[in-house]
């Protein structure tokens, strides 16, 4: 049997890999990138190939590529159109692994942010088994989060003592996902899906880039930045081809000067 480790490599700095993560990577004999299209996205494979080259050393390991499939944009039949991504880069990994790991050998995938948190790494890996039984064991390694950061880079709790949190995505906020919660940490937006929410009476903490040489951040009452975020959202994006954020939604916070 061939063993598949999912390892959380964290935001995409060198210094945010756990212990753990740091000792499975120096178990795994061939690593598993699918590369993005697009302007910029070479960076994300290049930030993969750092971490191995810090905490590995060249030579030490092999590294198979290929093309990721782009991820469709939202529809009506979202669930639908994700189970045919999720498929699509279960057949091309699943070739991959075929093809390129030996019977006991050990891949690795290298999973930006924790698998556990809005990534597809988890059920694309179950696929793959579920359609190969016996063939593929997998082991997942937490990591630190985007959460975790963006919550240190502010100094502040995620959630009021004895409160609550969501963690959700732009879809559902402009779904209305943030009735009813006090603190709400949205996750894959990318679009400013905050300047088109009732402002109300909204903190925001807001990071991009966490973790890395190209960081941003921005606090401030919502109805006060949105508008200038929501540019520099645009303007980032523009600038890297790409932009990975998170924040944080809280109301009633107490009031600070925006930065």
Request: aromatic residues 8%; neutral net charge; glycine residues 10%.
């Amino acid at each position: 049997m061939r063993k598949i480790f999912l390892i959380g490599m964290g935001p995409g700095g060198l210094k945010y890999l756990t212990a753990q993560a740091i000792a499975t990577l120096r178990k795994v004999d061939v690593f598993f990138l699918l590369d993005k299209p697009g302007r910029g996205k070479a960076e994300l494979g290049d930030a993969r190939r750092r971490i191995l080259d810090l905490y590995r050393g060249p030579g030490a390991y092999r590294i198979i590529t290929a093309e990721s499939p782009p991820r469709p944009p939202a529809q009506d039949d979202y669930l639908d159109v994700v189970a045919d991504w999720h498929a699509r880069k279960a057949e091309i990994l699943s070739t991959l692994f075929e093809t390129h790991l030996a019977e006991g050998e050990t891949g690795g995938v290298l999973v930006w942010g924790d698998p556990a948190f809005y990534d597809s790494s988890i059920a694309i890996l179950r696929r793959i088994q579920a359609e190969h039984p016996g063939k593929f064991e997998v082991e997942v390694t937490p990591a630190v989060s985007s959460l975790n950061l963006l919550a240190a880079r502010h100094a502040i709790s995620l959630h009021e003592i004895g409160g609550d949190l969501l963690v959700t995505t732009a879809r559902r906020l402009l779904a209305g996902g943030a009735k009813n919660f006090d603190s709400v940490v949205v996750m894959l937006d990318s679009n400013a899906a905050f300047a088109r929410i009732d402002p109300e009476d909204f903190h925001i903490y807001w990071g991009a880039y966490l973790g890395t040489e190209h960081e941003v951040l921005r606090s401030g009452p919502l109805a006060d930045i949105g508008p200038a975020l929501a540019e520099t959202v645009r303007r980032e994006k523009e600038r890297h081809g790409w932009i990975l954020d998170i924040y944080l939604l809280r109301r009633g916070a107490a009031t600070a000067p925006a930065s």
